[in-house]
């Protein structure tokens, strides 16, 4: 990967952005939203990653901070990957699943390490949140994405994001509220 996309400052704060292959709208089902949600809290609590967070239909945006923010990420992706894709393989209820696995599949053939499938975009693209400015217009567009993608009303009502913690309600993970 280029270093360009790279986190360079480990003890900074970044807006990050972590994409599904072709921008597949993968992310439908509670089930595979959840498998990203028990990642992500493992990451909290076993790689001390701080975050804020919205998890899309095609992809993910978190506001975070670790020690080793670009290991966490991989390990993230290696270990989400993997569980995403057996989920989608064994799920009956999934209308989609041979139209998924080609995709998943086609992905990693063409990979330049040529896997056996591959389900993330490579890269994870961080901007560095270096001012509260920035700060702010970060979270206000991670927690407005599924507003204006006209899923919900209010932020605070897409069940899998962060705004949920920030409007006062118990939220799926551990949120430290960015004042």
Known sequence: MSEKYKAKDTEGIYFVTISIVQWADVLTRRDYCEIICTSLAYCQKEKNLTLSWCIMTNHLHLICSSPVLANTIRDFKKYTSKELYKSIKQNPQESRKRWLLWLINSAGELSSRYEKYKFWQPGYYPILLHDNQMMDQKLD???????????????????????RDYAGEKGKLDVVLIE
Request: no cysteine.
């Open 141 to 163: 567009y991670l927690h407005l994405n599924p507003v204006k993608a006209g899923f919900v009303e209010e932020p605070e009502h897409w069940y899998y994001s962060s705004a």
